[in-house]
């Protein structure tokens, strides 16, 4: 059983890029949700992807979007880039079913640094 | 106010000893509460979860929730150097359970 995957580790943007990130869920989890994690603080809830439709969304502004393939592998976008949006973003999967907590399953997250 | 509180530490102990990790909340309908471990800039691991009241073991850790006070508490037993993270509480909101975490406690355990 492979676990979560981002891909890229670490990236450089400036101000103003867009940004495309990425992961790949563990298997049998059809739900996606991705975080945002400033330093030194707790992850913040950008939004959910479940059976590639969007799930909810926390207080993140329209210029984060999103997406998931049929094969539950997700997509985070950012346009216009601010010096804020520096954070580790996390992907987290899981498989909600009858009675579960829906555990959340993380991947190790992509860096991003805006300049 | 924020709907779940951590106190951020750094938290020292020496090896061995009996460690004391908490978070308060704030809203009475969250029921659902969990206990992640995160390393340097490493994604965050699930340790254990909880659900309601009361107290969960899993080997040296135990979990515990009190809905009465919105206090929930995390116990290292003989703690070790691998110990050393920071520590994120965590609880769900809404119907897709989204995540509401803490700020994270960073315990450092000295050898």
């Known amino acids: 059983e492979t676990g979560v995957t981002q891909s890229p580790t670490h990236l450089i943007k400036t101000r103003g890029q867009q940004v495309t990130l990425r992961c790949s869920s563990q298997?049998?989890?059809?739900?996606v949700s991705w975080y945002q994690q400033a330093l030194g603080q707790g992850p913040q809830f950008i939004f959910q992807y479940y059976r590639e439709e969007e799930n909810g969304r926390g207080n993140f502004p329209p210029r984060f979007s999103g997406l998931q393939f049929p094969n539950y592998s997700s997509e985070l976008n950012v346009n216009a880039l601010e010096l804020d949006d520096s954070a580790l973003y996390l992907c987290?999967?899981?498989?909600?079913?009858?009675?579960?907590?829906?555990?959340?399953?993380f991947g190790p997250g992509t860096r991003l640094t805006v300049t | 106010q924020k709907e779940v509180e951590q106190d951020p530490g750094p938290l020292s102990v020496p090896e061995g000893a009996i460690v004391s990790l908490n978070c308060t909340y704030s809203n009475s309908a969250f029921q659902y509460f969990m206990w992640y471990r995160q390393y340097s800039r490493k994604g965050p691991e699930l340790l254990m979860y909880?659900?309601s009241s009361g107290n969960k073991e899993d080997g040296r850790f135990t979990a515990q929730v009190d809905k009465s006070s919105k206090y929930i508490s995390l116990f290292i037993r003989d703690s070790q150097p691998s110990d050393s993270a920071t520590y994120l509480c965590a609880t769900t909101k809404g119907s897709n359970y989204q995540l509401i975490w803490g700020a994270g406690t960073k315990l450092i355990i000295k050898p």
């Open positions: 987290a999967s899981s498989f909600p079913s009858s009675g579960s907590t829906y555990e959340q399953y």
């Open positions: 298997s049998g989890h059809n739900t």
């Open positions: 909880t659900y």
